[in-house]
């Protein structure tokens, strides 16, 4: 359990925009250990998705990772080339399941189609483009059974459009697991859908990350599913981590001023007729973040050493960790 | 001329039914699957007091921003009625609607296709002020449009900024200043805060608050998200596939939800816990088409305390557990209680 499978330290991101470069991850360090669940939350615009993707190594052209290291098993993930990492890490390691999954399938393949790529690219190579096609149907097929899909040997002809949104993400979750990997990383998988459909698909994860033993990096900026899904959980703010702590801990005992203040936004019964807690300002455009602290125009504590330079993200109780300069104050 | 009637309830909706017809079109009659009726809203009824919050709540298609449009009368309803201050809406003449349309507005879902991308946010706020003549002359419609961007928090400069030039919390600001600039008694809001991250989501709700204080204004509020209707609303209607499945106070109904819909609905919204683990209900399978609605009641398909042959051949009988809260169940009152 306490093996560590991924280790991400000092990963900073630029993209190149119009306006300049803009650090959208700026030394981040994070480690997730065997079979838990990392939850990553945080704002849109504040670089979940770009550790998710700088972890696969698909980051869009105009973003380059300019410094730190990604170690996965022991390998350094940025010293791999392209071919490698096609072959032994996208898909059959580390598996991806994005925010639109309307999206991330192709329209004009059936999802047989799909699945099986999937499975023939990582399992199957030396059987050549028609080898053992039985074989391999029959195995998209349980893994459709295995997600859920009524009728999967007929569904599997289908078309993606043919598919609800909850049914399209158990396709994704199905081709995600369809090559046993040790990392799940899922990307606001249950944004796009209604609560009782997201209740059945994080249902479906948790019990399928149990039955194949996978670590998970979950996205998402919905705190409710965060506390519900995580062992542990990472909190962003432009382009940093600010607290990283046991799931329990961190929402029974916010350190960092942003995810206090994140908690008090959350609207409730209990809070009917007074008003909610907001962040003044807004998050910092990538091009013009702050110096120091990057949450310091928006903090309520705000102290001279916080614009001078930024915290350290520093251990204070077992298992909290929290880049801030005032935590105690709080 | 403005008569204060008592005791008339701003806006009842009665016995509302919106159906949509698929299938009349030339292809449809040559290849032929032939006119469908999609159920979109069947018999809908509830009542709104004035300076209330109301809230329609439900799953994607099962006809809650139907029934809100229905209301404005921008979707015609098939049958049913509409009384805003004791009036039906139905039977206005065109000069009445016109009238109508100044006193009821709509904050849209989707806040950058509901407002034109080639108008500046001065000219989108102005507009209705336009159409419906309200002011005269030019500097007082600038004066108007500059003191609104200031109510909903952005600045006067604002005005000559095009849609895309604003964030999604800015872009649903404009959509609120718009619906306010004729002075409205009543505003639908259609999913305010969907798509919006918590702090910006909870400024918006802040803000409708203030304005509801300072303008007199009843809601109804459109949305799934639970969290934020249990914290803004009045009362409640639970929707399923296009009726109404639980209606009540908001305390009662999120404290207490007592229909199987309902009470699968709040056990599944995620939560920041503090200790005490809650039991998940899970439904199985998902909404069927409001084409070929299931006999009886509507959720017989996926509820998990179905009785048996009862709950998919008779309509589901209304239920009242007091202080206005209905449950339409086939399942006595006494029983659903005890769970």
């Given at each position: 359990?306490?093996?560590?499978?991924?280790?991400?330290?000092?990963?900073?991101?630029?993209?190149?925009?119009?306006?300049?470069?803009?650090?959208?991850?700026?030394?981040?360090?994070?480690?997730?250990?065997?079979?838990?669940?990392?939850?990553?939350?945080?704002?849109?615009?504040?670089?979940?998705?770009?550790?998710?993707?700088?972890?696969?190594?698909?980051?869009?052209?105009?973003?380059?990772?300019?410094?730190?290291?990604?170690?996965?098993?022991?390998?350094?993930?940025?010293?791999?080339?392209?071919?490698?990492?096609?072959?032994?890490?996208?898909?059959?390691?580390?598996?991806?399941?994005?925010?639109?999954?309307?999206?991330?399938?192709n329209p004009v393949f059936t999802i047989r189609t799909q699945i099986v790529?999937?499975?023939?690219?990582?399992?199957?190579?030396?059987?050549?483009?028609?080898?053992?096609?039985?074989?391999?149907?029959?195995?998209?097929?349980?893994?459709?059974?295995?997600?859920?899909?009524?009728?999967?040997?007929?569904?599997?002809?289908?078309?993606?459009?043919?598919?609800?949104?909850?049914?399209?993400?158990?396709?994704?979750?199905?081709?995600?697991?369809?090559?046993?990997?040790?990392?799940?990383?899922?990307?606001?998988?249950?944004?796009?859908?209604?609560?009782?459909?997201?209740?059945?698909?994080?249902?479906?994860?948790?019990?399928?990350?149990?039955?194949?033993?996978?670590?998970?990096?979950?996205?998402?900026?919905?705190?409710?599913?965060?506390?519900?899904?995580?062992?542990?959980?990472?909190?962003?703010?432009?382009?940093?981590?600010?607290?990283?702590?046991?799931?329990?801990?961190?929402?029974?005992?916010?350190?960092?001023?942003?995810?206090?203040?994140?908690?008090?936004?959350?609207?409730g019964a209990e809070a009917r007729g007074k008003r909610l807690g907001t962040?003044?300002?807004?998050?910092?455009?990538?091009?013009?973040?702050?110096?120091?602290?990057?949450?310091?125009?928006?903090?309520?504590?705000?102290?001279?050493?916080?614009?001078?330079?930024?915290?350290?993200?520093?251990?204070?109780?077992?298992?909290?960790?929290?880049?801030?300069?005032?935590?105690?104050?709080? | 001329?403005?008569?204060?009637?008592?005791?008339?309830?701003?806006?009842?909706?009665?016995?509302?039914?919106?159906?949509?017809?698929?299938?009349?079109?030339?292809?449809?009659?040559?290849?032929?699957?032939?006119?469908?009726?999609?159920?979109?809203?069947?018999?809908?009824?509830?009542?709104?007091?004035?300076?209330?919050?109301?809230?329609?709540?439900?799953?994607?298609?099962?006809?809650?921003?139907?029934?809100?449009?229905?209301?404005?009368?921008?979707?015609?309803?098939?049958?049913?009625?509409?009384?805003?201050?004791?009036?039906?809406?139905?039977?206005?003449?065109?000069?009445?609607?016109?009238?109508?349309?100044?006193?009821?507005?709509?904050?849209?879902?989707?806040?950058?296709?509901?407002?034109?991308?080639?108008?500046?946010?001065?000219?989108?706020?102005?507009?209705?002020?336009?159409?419906?003549?309200?002011?005269?002359?030019?500097?007082?419609?600038?004066?108007?449009?500059?003191?609104?961007?200031?109510?909903?928090?952005?600045?006067?400069?604002?005005?000559?900024?095009?849609?895309?030039?604003?964030?999604?919390?800015?872009?649903?600001?404009?959509?609120?200043?718009?619906?306010?600039?004729?002075?409205?008694?009543?505003?639908?809001?259609?999913?305010?805060?969907?798509?919006?991250?918590?702090?910006?989501?909870?400024?918006?709700?802040?803000?409708?608050?203030?304005?509801?204080?300072?303008?007199?204004?009843?809601?109804?509020?459109?949305?799934?998200?639970?969290?934020?209707?249990?914290?803004?609303?009045?009362?409640?209607?639970?929707?399923?596939?296009?009726?109404?499945?639980?209606?009540?106070?908001?305390?009662?109904?999120?404290?207490?939800?007592?229909?199987?819909?309902?009470?699968?609905?709040?056990?599944?919204?995620?939560?920041?816990?503090?200790?005490?683990?809650?039991?998940?209900?899970?439904?199985?399978?998902?909404?069927?088409?409001?084409?070929?609605?299931?006999?009886?009641?509507?959720?017989?398909?996926?509820?998990?305390?179905?009785?048996?042959?009862?709950?998919?051949?008779?309509?589901?009988?209304?239920?009242?557990?007091?202080?206005?809260?209905?449950?339409?169940?086939?399942?006595?009152?006494?029983?659903?209680?005890?769970?």
């Amino acid at each position: 359990m306490n093996e560590r499978l991924l280790r991400v330290s000092d990963l900073t991101v630029e993209y190149s925009t119009r306006r300049g470069i803009g650090r959208a991850l700026d030394n981040v360090s994070l480690d997730i250990r065997e079979g838990e669940v990392l939850g990553l939350v945080g704002e849109s615009g504040c670089g979940k998705t770009t550790l998710g993707l700088s972890i696969m190594k698909l980051l869009p052209r105009f973003g380059k990772i300019v410094q730190g290291e990604i170690l996965f098993k022991g390998r350094n993930l940025l010293d791999l080339p392209e071919r490698i990492m096609n072959r032994e890490i996208r898909g059959r390691e580390i598996a991806m399941i994005i925010q639109d999954p309307m999206h991330a399938l192709n329209p004009v393949f059936t999802i047989r189609t799909q699945i099986v790529d999937v499975l023939r690219f990582h399992k199957d190579r030396r059987l050549g483009p028609h080898g053992k096609g039985i074989q391999l149907r029959n195995e998209a097929a349980k893994m459709l059974e295995e997600v859920g899909i009524a009728d999967p040997a007929e569904r599997l002809t289908d078309y993606p459009f043919q598919f609800s949104g909850g049914m399209i993400q158990r396709v994704m979750v199905a081709m995600a697991f369809s090559c046993n990997p040790s990392l799940l990383i899922a990307d606001e998988p249950t944004t796009a859908l209604d609560v009782t459909i997201e209740a059945q698909i994080l249902e479906l994860l948790k019990s399928l990350v149990k039955r194949y033993g996978a670590s998970v990096l979950y996205i998402s900026h919905d705190l409710g599913v965060i506390s519900e899904i995580s062992d542990r959980v990472a909190v962003m703010y432009a382009g940093n981590i600010v607290e990283y702590a046991d799931t329990t801990l961190l929402f029974e005992d916010p350190a960092h001023p942003y995810t206090e203040a994140l908690l008090r936004c959350l609207p409730g019964a209990e809070a009917r007729g007074k008003r909610l807690g907001t962040i003044p300002g807004r998050v910092p455009d990538l091009t013009e973040r702050p110096n120091g602290c990057k949450f310091h125009p928006r903090c309520p504590y705000v102290r001279e050493i916080c614009k001078e330079k930024p915290p350290k993200l520093l251990e204070i109780a077992s298992g909290h960790s929290v880049a801030c300069f005032g935590y105690k104050k709080i | 001329m403005k008569k204060k009637r008592e005791r008339v309830p701003l806006v009842q909706v009665q016995g509302l039914k919106t159906y949509f017809y698929k299938g009349r079109g030339i292809l449809s009659k040559v290849f032929g699957k032939g006119l469908r009726i999609v159920h979109a809203v069947d018999d809908v009824s509830f009542t709104i007091e004035e300076g209330k919050n109301f809230s329609l709540v439900g799953e994607t298609g099962c006809g809650k921003s139907t029934v809100g449009r229905s209301i404005l009368r921008l979707v015609e309803p098939t049958n049913g009625k509409i009384l805003f201050e004791g009036q039906n809406l139905l039977e206005f003449s065109k000069r009445e609607m016109q009238k109508f349309r100044r006193k009821a507005q709509i904050v849209m879902q989707d806040p950058r296709s509901s407002l034109n991308p080639r108008m500046t946010a001065g000219e989108i706020i102005a507009e209705p002020l336009r159409i419906h003549g309200m002011k005269k002359y030019e500097d007082e419609i600038q004066d108007e449009v500059a003191r609104l961007l200031e109510t909903v928090r952005l600045s006067s400069e604002d005005a000559d900024k095009y849609p895309h030039e604003f964030s999604g919390g800015q872009a649903r600001r404009i959509g609120i200043a718009r619906a306010l600039v004729l002075r409205p008694q009543f505003i639908v809001a259609d999913e305010l805060t969907s798509g919006l991250d918590v702090s910006i989501a909870a400024a918006i709700l802040d803000l409708m608050q203030d304005l509801q204080d300072e303008f007199k204004l009843t809601y109804l509020w459109i949305s799934h998200d639970l969290h934020m209707v249990k914290y803004i609303s009045d009362s409640i209607a639970i929707m399923y596939l296009g009726k109404i499945v639980e209606i009540g106070r908001a305390q009662d109904i999120s404290d207490d939800p007592l229909h199987p819909y309902s009470q699968a609905l709040f056990s599944a919204i995620p939560t920041v816990k503090h200790g005490q683990e809650t039991k998940k209900i899970i439904l199985e399978g998902e909404v069927p088409s409001p084409i070929h609605p299931p006999s009886g009641c509507r959720f017989n398909t996926r509820c998990p305390r179905k009785l048996g042959a009862i709950c998919e051949t008779d309509e589901p009988p209304c239920q009242d557990a007091g202080d206005g809260h209905h449950i339409s169940c086939h399942i006595p009152l006494e029983a659903l209680r005890e769970v």
